[in-house]
Every structure is written in structure tokens, then in C-alpha cells.
């Protein structure tokens, strides 16, 4: 036991972290805002009524920042390590072995790094239309609809150096290290993409035509808050958008101080990535209003993104300027998305290995590459797999040996450290029995209805 304390004391020191609390919160809310807030938020909003839809959404996100987030960032504080070592660690306290904890981090690992490769081909889409936006090249397109569907089938199948370009820029940053790279990127990404979508929705409001957009966000029918299809997409959205999945909220967890308030910081996430998804309604929903295309034949996922958004664009007056700004938006959200999948398994080689830095993120990022060029044609399917079913699968898994395994004194003394007041004695049975039932029905539901967020 005396040598397992001085390695963890050796590891604790050589560490890397956060060094501020606001650059640990802009960068979990730069791992939590990404592809869900801006393709499929806005189109849900719509769908099912708008503030129809709003009202479950809010529950939910109040639910899961109160407890996932929460129990996610403190177990990976408490052990000072990604999945695998926080996992161990609480098998190993709740007298199981530790053995048996790490054997099943390895669950959420991989999902961390399934996602991050398909996430790699639809953020160098998005590098690709960043550069044609600021070129001009993307309001060269026109508003014709065959054109911009042609360009974008085949850019979402023949754009392996872009793979290349991106993964590069993750590997700039991340190589840098954790405070150097990831903290001081997000310090300029994160308050960008915030100022540069109130612009955009400033912009949006004075366009003759966006009232018609506001309409349906604001609309509240009663009628169908009795509907189960709407919560049961209200949850899931809440859900995968808070990036509760066992992986990347543990990492940076384990990079958090031990005198952090990790319940404030848990709150400051949920509430700036609502806020996100928000402001990204207010801005695609009026600007496809404004278009006279009717919001029902719009889907959400890469079709809105690439291809009836820049028909819209192209359209307004200024539509240049609005794409340029609007897909910077798009790549400072998924940049600080990407990097944080990769955080884990790149750790995971630090602390498992005892591999520097910058190899063990390259080692990653290069297989990682390979197999984002190779799964370019079934980018969808490979996506669907893992946000179906490994994400809510690695979700669950943490909640329960955190909050069932562990123990309670475990899980409290883990929340509480560093925290202005205690938490209240709500949290432990709320996140034990219903935010653990909850991620159970993530993953039924998603494999049921074909994903759920």
C-alpha cells in the first residue's frame, strides 16, 4: 500500500492540468458543444414545437448537470486519471479489485476513440467549407441545390487530405500540453464561437422574413408535452450533448485542481452549452424561415449542415460574410470537441505506458487519421454505432461504479473536496437511482428508435 501511495503521489506531480478554473470550464464547454448543438438541436427545437420540446430539454440538462457531470468530473479527480485508472480505482475501493474496474474502463476508452475517428472526417468537412467559405468559394455555389448536394458527396468521401490537415492542427495543440494547449485554445475558441453567433443572430433578426422562425422556437402546445416521443428526444439530446459517455468529463476531470468547486463548475457547463445550442436555434432557425424553405422538409445531421444551410446563406444579402462567420463558429466547436475525444486514449498511453506527451498524441492521432481516411464511406453508420451504443453503454458503466460501487463516502468526499459547501442529500440517491436508470434508457431507447441524440 506504501508503494502504490508513492506512485500516485509521483503521478499527481508530474501531472499535467488546468491551471485556471475558467480554462477548465471552457474547455468542458468546448468538449461538450459540437455537431448535436448546431445540426440537430435547432431542427428538434422545431419538430416538436419548440418551447414544446424546450421545457423537457431544460429538465433533463438540469438533471444530468446535477449528477452526471458531476459524478463524472469528480471520478476522474479523485483518481487523478482517465476511464481505466478512475474506473480501478473505484472497483478497488469498493473492495472488488481493481482489476475488474480497469478491464471495463476500457469500454468508454474505446468509444472515446470510435467517436473521435468518425468526428475527424466530419470536422475536416468542416475545414474543408471553413476555407471555401472564407475563399468565396462556397458562395460561388449558388443557390443551386444539385450543385451544393454534388459538392458535398464528394467531399464527404474524398477528403483525405483535409483528414490530414485537421489532425494535424489537433496535434499542434494537443501536443502542447494540457495547460499550454488545450486550456489557452479554448480561452480564444470558446468566447469566438459565443460572440461570433450573437453577431450572427443580431444579423439574422433584421432579415425581413426570421420572424417566422421565431414563431416556431417560441411556440408552446401543451398537447404535446403528452406526447413520450418528445421527452424521450428532449432526454437524449440533453443527454449526449452534456458529453456524459465515461470518457472525455472524466480526463478533464483528472486534470481538475483538487480546490476547484466541481458542482459550480458542473452547473457553468450545462448552462453555457444550453446557452450554445440556443443561440445556434436563433440563428438557423430564422435564417431558414427567412429562405421560405419550410422548416418540414429540412433534416437535421450533415444535410442542414452542408447543404441547405449554404443554399440559405448564399441567398442573403451579405451571405458571404454570414458563411465565413458561421462556419468559423462551426470549427472552433468541433476542434475543441475533437481534441477532447482524443484526450483520453492519449492519456491512457501517458499513464499506462509512461510514454512523453507529445509521442503518446501522436501515436493516437495517427492511427486515428488512418482510420478516419478508411471509414469515409460508411462515416453515418460508424457514427450511429458508437453514439448508439458504446456512449450510453460507457455512460452507465461510470455512474455505476462511481455511484453504486465505489460507495457513498467515496462518491461524497470526491464532490465535496474543494467545494464552498457541501452538496446537498439530494444528490447521491438522485444520481444513484435515477441518473443510472436514466443512462440504462439511453441505450435502450437509442438502440430501439435508431439513436435518440
Not at 414545437?49 to 458531476?70: E, Q
Request: proline share 4%.
Amino acid at each position: 500500500m506504501e508503494v502504490s501511495n508513492k506512485q500516485t503521489v509521483k503521478q499527481t506531480v508530474q501531472r499535467d492540468g488546468f491551471r485556471h478554473k475558467w480554462g477548465f470550464i471552457l474547455a468542458c464547454i468546448g468538449s461538450a458543444v459540437g455537431m448535436g448543438n448546431i445540426w440537430r438541436f435547432p431542427i428538434l427545437v422545431t419538430k416538436y414545437g419548440g418551447m414544446t420540446f424546450l421545457v423537457p430539454y431544460l429538465i433533463f440538462v438540469a438533471l444530468v448537470g446535477s449528477t452526471g457531470i458531476i459524478g463524472e468530473f469528480a471520478l476522474g479527480r479523485a483518481a487523478q486519471a482517465g476511464p481505466v485508472g478512475a474506473f480501478g480505482q473505484c472497483t478497488e475501493a469498493g473492495g472488488r479489485g481493481r482489476k475488474t474496474g480497469e478491464r471495463i474502463g476500457w469500454i468508454p476508452l474505446f468509444g472515446s476513440m470510435g467517436l473521435a475517428i468518425g468526428y475527424s472526417v466530419v470536422l475536416s468537412w468542416i475545414f474543408n467549407y471553413t476555407l471555401m467559405a472564407v475563399s468565396g468559394g462556397m458562395f460561388a455555389m449558388g443557390t443551386d441545390m444539385e450543385e451544393i448536394g454534388n459538392t458535398f458527396g464528394y467531399i464527404s468521401v474524398h477528403n483525405a487530405p483535409w483528414i490530414v490537415i485537421t489532425l494535424l492542427a489537433t496535434l499542434v495543440i494537443m501536443g502542447l500540453g494540457v495547460a499550454r494547449g488545450i486550456e489557452r485554445a479554448n480561452k480564444v475558441m470558446m468566447p469566438a464561437l459565443f460572440i461570433l453567433f450573437l453577431m450572427l443572430g443580431v444579423y439574422i433578426f433584421m432579415i425581413p422574413g426570421s420572424r417566422e422562425g421565431y414563431r416556431f422556437i417560441l411556440t408552446l402546445k401543451p398537447e404535446g408535452l403528452a406526447d413520450p416521443e418528445v421527452w424521450i428526444f428532449a432526454f437524449g439530446q440533453a443527454f449526449f450533448s452534456l458529453s456524459v459517455a465515461g470518457n472525455g468529463s472524466v480526463i478533464y476531470g483528472s486534470y481538475l485542481s483538487r480546490d476547484e468547486d466541481i458542482p459550480s463548475s458542473a452547473r457553468r457547463v450545462a448552462f453555457f452549452d444550453t446557452l450554445a445550442s440556443l443561440l445556434a436555434a436563433f440563428v438557423i432557425v430564422p435564417a431558414i424561415a427567412a429562405s421560405g424553405i419550410a422548416m418540414s422538409e429540412v433534416s437535421s445531421g450533415p444535410g442542414l449542415m452542408f447543404i441547405y444551410l449554404v443554399n440559405v446563406m448564399n441567398a442573403m444579402p451579405g451571405g458571404r460574410i454570414i458563411g465565413m462567420i458561421f462556419y468559423i463558429c462551426v470549427l472552433f466547436a468541433g476542434v475543441s470537441s475533437v481534441i477532447n475525444m482524443y484526450e483520453a486514449p492519449a492519456a491512457m498511453l501517458q499513464e499506462k505506458f509512461g510514454i512523453e506527451r507529445f509521442t503518446a498524441v501522436a501515436v493516437v492521432l495517427v492511427f486515428g487519421c488512418i482510420a478516419a481516411v478508411l471509414i469515409q464511406p460508411i462515416t453515418s453508420q460508424w457514427m450511429d454505432g458508437i453514439c448508439i451504443y458504446i456512449c450510453p453503454l460507457g455512460a452507465f458503466f461510470a455512474a455505476f461504479v462511481f455511484f453504486w460501487v465505489a460507495g457513498k463516502d467515496y462518491v461524497l468526499a470526491a464532490v465535496n473536496q474543494g467545494a464552498k459547501k457541501p452538496i446537498g442529500q439530494w444528490f447521491y440517491p438522485l444520481s444513484k437511482y435515477v441518473y443510472c436508470s436514466f443512462a440504462v434508457i439511453a441505450l435502450i431507447a437509442g438502440a430501439l428508435l435508431g439513436g435518440i441524440g
